[in-house]
């Protein structure tokens, strides 16, 4: 069996925020990872793993539809080496954590600032004046993390800097500055975060089956 790649507590307590912020129910430990029930037309549901074991791999070997995605903090090469034929690996994210806040950048001219709290739940948009939604994002706090989620910024607004004002806004809603700050990556958020301070925790691989 592989090492430990992250701590199965902070994995925890990423996804719990995480199904905080989506509204989703809480993970279930099962099978040595974390299951978590989506029930969206992309996934039906997911399981997430710490590491390669025997569950995961036993696993693998009873799910046989679609929709339903193994998770390993990981390299994709020993999730895939772990399951049987016809998985398929998604493109590759990085589990990664910060403990600093986000130095302040002017917002750009033509833009606006909305900010929305429910219960432990941010949401932030950024306006263009012209009424566009030109990029958002989500974060939850609970007593073990803080967590980011679904930022986005739309095409005709990107290389603004507008990726940044919605991770400094979101930053500044932090209640307890002594959690770690938790977010999974694409490639190109990967290296964009690296350069503010952010830490690869491990790689972040998904595999699902096959459709048709």
Known sequence: MSTLSV??????????????????PAPVPEHGGFRVETHTDEEIRRWVFPRVGTGLVELGRTIHEPLHLLKLCGPADALLASLPHGWQLHPPTYFMTATTGWTERPLPAGYSVEVS??????????????GDLAASGYAAETAHAFIYDRIITAPDHR??????????????????PDIPQLLVATEEGRALYSTLGWRTLSPYSTASIMAG
Do not use: C, F, Y
């Open 7 to 24: 701590d199965p507590m902070m994995l925890h307590a990423w996804l719990a925020a995480r199904s905080i912020a989506r509204g989703l």
């Open 117 to 130: 709290r429910r219960d432990t739940v941010i949401e932030l948009r950024v306006m263009s004046d012209s």
């Open 159 to 176: 290389r603004k800097g507008l990726g940044h004002v919605v991770m400094a806004g979101l930053s500044r809603a932090r209640q307890n």
